[in-house]
């Protein structure tokens, strides 16, 4: 018995999307199989022209994963040992761990106030000579304070890089996220708003040479067929992925207006409540990744919730800077007392667009009834 059978509302169930567009689906695979070519082919390049299309960008270039597009942009951008990068503590590890990847050193800043996002005035506190570039992450599906980044950034003369691995579709002021600073990087893990059967990722720019210097290092450094002129590695997306991740595209818009359908019903059913509610704001296409909550008795609400048969997780239950792989960056409880008081305080309800109408209210009732 699948795993999600034992919840009345399991957190996510994917095989209810490949059986929404298995035809579709099906044909992806069966084509890529027939057609015998399996590694930057014509499903790529399609895939990348319709993504960069999406996103608003010139260009996008595929790549293995979310963790190596964040690594790959920012060797696009000649930043690696020595170099700082500031980021935000409230955020999936790989983040982090694309900064020492490229092997730069990451430097965190605070979380804003009634939020989850970078709080820009934090970044510029954190900024410091050798100082970089800004990686903030549109945590959530929410893009960040972009304005006050960007001027940040353009003050500081260092790039912005954007974290766009749960922000498919989000936008800042109707500007698309991935379109918004130097380099947008998304992750299509299988989990994510659009995903792949397996790994992949994508690095967006509107700048033809950091499109092909990405490319270049995805594929071992490679300049021309047999000429190799810097040192890359291997991080390439192949065409079984492209070719599902393109079925899935056509779907994404659909599927992330019956996101924030379904938020809207959670924020109308919990609104005069205690929880902490993540509600749109202007300039701010929300795509609810996740539909995160906050409150007091975050743990006591999970448990009612699961015994309900209301599967949830924690986004994330400790912030990066207090991981032990980062001990080394010398951080330590209290250093950031917003993004700790939210690891403390935060759950993620099922939201997704394969849901039904009777389990959201079942979501929003028992929730409700745990209070
Ligand atoms: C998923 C995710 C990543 C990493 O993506 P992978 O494809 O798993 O490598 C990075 N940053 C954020 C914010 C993510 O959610």
Known sequence: ???????????????????????????????????????????????????????????????????????????????????????????????VMAIIQAGATPVFADIEEGGYGLDPAEAAKAAGPRTRALLPVHIFGECVEMDTLLDLAGRLGIALVEDACQAHGASWQGHPAGSLGAMGCFSFYPTKNLGAVGDAGMVTTGDESLY???????????????????????????EIQAAVLGVKLSHLDQWTARRKEIAGVYNQAFSGTDLFLPIERPGRGHVYHLYVVSCDYRDDLASMLSSRGVQTHVHYPAPVHLQPALMHLGYARGDFPRAEAASARVLSLPLNPWMTDAETELVANATRESL
Do not use: H
């Open 212 to 238: 092909y210097r990405v490319c270049s290092l995805r594929d071992y450094g490679r300049s021309s067929r047999d000429t190799f002129s810097e040192p890359g590695w291997n991080s390439r997306l192949d």
């Open 1 to 95: 018995m699948p795993e999600s059978n034992r919840w009345m509302v399991p957190f996510l169930d994917l095989s209810r999307q490949y059986a929404l567009i298995k035809g579709e689906m099906d044909e992806a695979l069966l084509r890529v199989g027939a057609r015998g070519s399996y590694i930057m082919g014509s499903e790529l390049e399609d895939f990348q022209q319709r993504f960069a299309a999406y996103c608003g960008c010139a260009r996008a270039a595929g790549v293995a994963s979310g963790t190596d597009a964040i690594a790959l942009a920012l060797k696009a951008l000649n930043i690696g040992p020595g170099d700082e990068v500031i980021t935000t503590p409230l955020t999936a590890v790989p983040t």
